[in-house]
Each structure stands twice: as C-alpha cells, then as structure tokens.
C-alpha cells in the first residue's frame, strides 16, 4: 500500500505566487538601475553606487526588523513593504518622464526599495514554517528558491535590458505594477501570522535575545561568516560587471539584451539547482556538498579575469549558479530546522546582517578596487577570496549539522 506524500498547501502556492511577481519586480530593478545609471556616468565607483545604496540597508536595519518580524503579523509586513516599493518605483518612473533622472537620485530609489526588501525578506524565510510543516521545509525551499530565481534573474535581467533599451520610465514603470500585483496576490493568504510571546520586553532586549543565540550556535555562526565573506566577493564583482560587460569600448562587447541573457545563464543554473538540492544532497553529503559549492562560487566570480568570451562565461555561470543555489536550500532548511519560531525572525535577520550587509562594502569595495587596479584584478582578487571559505568547512562538517538536528529536536 503506498503512502500519498504530504502536499504543501494552497497557502504555500499562494505566497509561491505573490513570491515570483515580487521578485521579478526585484529582478527588473536590480538589473535595469545599472543599466540606466551608466547613461549618467561611466564612473566604475558611481556605477557600483547603485549596488551599495540597494544593499546597504540590511547592514543598516536588519537587527530592528527581524525582532520587529517577530512581534508582527509577518504577512502584514510583507504587504506593507511591497506596497511601499509600488509606491517609491512609481515616483521615480514620473520624474524620469519629467526628464529630471539624475544617478543620484537612482540612489534614492535603490536605497528605498532596499530599505522595503529587509522586512519583506526576512518575513518570507520566516513565515515558512507556519505554512509547511517542518519535514517538508527543504522541498518548500526548493520550489520557492526555484520559483525566485526563474522571476529575479532569469526572466528579470533580460527584460530589464530589453525594458531600458525602450526607455528609463518604462524599466521603473513596469516594478512599479508588478508590486502592485504582489500585494494583491498577499492577500489571498489566510491565517494569522503573529508568533505568540509568552512575555513582554523592549526591543533591545529582543534583538539581544536573538543575536545572543547566533553567536552562541557555532555552526550558525560560521555559515553566516562564510555566507558574507561569498556575498561580498559576489557583489564586489557583479558591481562593476556591467563596465566590464557592457557597450563597444568594454572587454566583451555586449549589448543591454545580452548582457541580460549573460546573466540568466546563472539564473538557470541557480533554478536547476534549486530543483535538485535534495538530490545532490543525497548524493554527497551535506558538509561535501557545501564544499563542491564554495568551489563553484569561487569560480563564478573569478572566472571574467581569465575570459572575455561570453560562451564561455555563461558555462561557468551556470555551474556557478546550481550550486549556490544547492548551499541555499541546505542551509536555510537548516536554519529553520533548528531555530525556535518565536526567535526565527531575529535569528533570519541576524544571520542577514552578517551574510548581507557585507554586500554593500563588496560593491564599494569593487568600485574602489577597479579605478585604481582595473576591472579584472577585482575578478582575480575576488576568486581568490571566495576561495579561502574552503577553511570554514573544517567547522561545517556532516557530525556537526547532525548534532545541531537533534539538539533542537530535544
């Protein structure tokens, strides 16, 4: 007799909607900024600007927000802060109609959307759990991370090229209505999503409560570490890409459209991964599998420095991209698995601290680094960094994770 497997909901499906609009919406920005911001300057540190100003506020906000998240209704959060995010793109597709665009105010709108993305995203990892129960948790990751990935780089950074080469309104316009429809989508989620607390206390208190946990959860602790180290070298490179990839004087020669569909190449792989997590899991091992993707990522953000030629790239990006996408599926699953819900919101953000808020001193860092060496020494350095993250595994081993399971399980 065969047993039918746990499904995961029409709620889960209806957040894995609202998911994949406000992510391609996220997509479609955080190409197509980069893209209209060289029509300002060709400055390398102004470009990457744009990359700081989007990731800055999780290194700014992050702490506050998640103890926020689990004191709130976490749908209602992320409806706020995606209407939020309809309501600055507008604003900023009306003055680029006006003719009154300038790259500084670009800065404005990454910034403002950034600060909306802390909440939302923290609220998405943490409401999971109160969706799905926890066993099928790794195979919720898996077909959210998918759906995310199709929306925010695969489709999204074509059709933000093909969005700016029609006009700088229309790729700001376009976010702008497909916030909207994710706040629509929202509200067909029913539930309550508020974590009970059995006492009250300050925010401080809170927001100590949960760092304090971190820290002291040494695995946690060190994939969070390895997660910023990898985001900063990411960040460091993809800042400043665009220059590299981008117009007739670049290294490669791309137009807008390719250079969108170079960088699907790594959504596809991410997409792909995410389908497979759990079977090359299986396969290797968790803390082996973890290893294989450190490699994979040092060579996504080193590899430009060796090769100009696109074909070759995109290889390398999509190999690069299915394994990232396996380490997301591993550890947030983990991350879930192990952490009380009343502290999920304050542990998702602390870890984002951490593991984000590296992103925005990766792009500055980048910008900085390619005026005064070149483009492609950033490539060389960055790989090299992401590289040495192989150390960390000496910490994240298979008898390690195991250990943390069944500490939480008692």
Not at 25 to 35: H, M, Q, T
Not at 355 to 372: D, K
Request: one cysteine or more; glycine letters at 12%.
């Amino acid at each position: 007799m065969s047993i039918e497997p746990q499904r995961l909901g029409v709620r889960f499906w209806q957040l894995w909607s609202a998911s994949v609009v406000s992510n391609l919406a996220d997509g479609i920005v955080k190409i197509g900024l980069p893209l209209v911001a060289i029509g300002y300057t060709t400055s390398p540190a102004l470009v990457a600007g744009v990359a700081v100003a989007f990731s800055l506020p999780w290194l700014l906000f992050a702490l506050p927000v998640g103890a926020l998240v689990d004191r709130l209704d976490r749908r209602r959060v992320m409806l706020a802060a995606n209407a939020f995010r309809a309501g600055v793109a507008g604003t900023m597709a009306l003055t680029m109609v006006l003719d009154l665009g300038s790259i500084w105010l670009l800065y404005v709108m990454a910034f403002s959307v950034g600060v909306a993305e802390t909440p939302y995203d923290t609220s998405a990892q943490s409401i999971l759990p109160q969706l799905v129960p926890r066993t099928l948790l790794p195979r919720a990751n898996g077909r959210l991370h998918a759906a995310e990935m199709t929306a925010n780089q695969f489709i999204g950074p074509p059709l933000a090229g093909f969005l700016v080469a029609a006009g700088a309104a229309v790729a700001v316009a376009g976010p702008a209505g497909l916030w909207a429809a994710a706040v629509a989508t929202l509200l067909l989620v029913g539930g309550r999503f508020r974590v009970e607390r059995a006492t009250s206390t300050t925010m401080r208190a809170e927001i100590a409560e949960g760092l304090g946990f971190l820290w002291r959860h040494r695995l946690l602790r060190t994939l969070a570490v390895m997660v910023g180290v990898s985001n900063f070298t990411t960040n460091a490179v993809f800042g400043v890409l665009v220059l590299y990839a981008v117009g007739p004087g670049s290294a490669m020669g791309l137009t807008e459209p390719t250079y969108g569909l170079l960088l699907t190449t790594v959504a596809a792989g991410i997409v792909l991964g995410s389908l497979v997590a759990a079977r090359i899991e299986r396969r290797l091992g968790r803390a082996r599998a973890l290893s294989v993707s450190v490699v994979a990522c040092a060579g996504l953000v080193g590899a430009p420095a060796l090769s100009t030629n696109a074909v070759v790239l995109g290889a390398v990006f999509f190999g690069g991209g299915l394994l990232v996408a396996t380490w997301n599926v591993i550890t947030v699953s983990l991350r879930q698995r192990i952490t009380p819900d009343r502290l999920l919101g304050r542990v998702n953000s602390g870890y984002r601290m951490l593991a984000w808020g590296s992103m925005p001193l990766g792009a500055g860092t980048g910008g900085l680094l390619a005026e005064v060496f070149g483009l492609r020494a950033v490539f060389a350095i960055m790989g090299g960094l992401a590289l040495s993250l192989l150390v960390g595994m000496f910490w994240v081993t298979d008898a390690a994770i195991d250990a943390a399971e069944r500490d939480a399980a008692t």
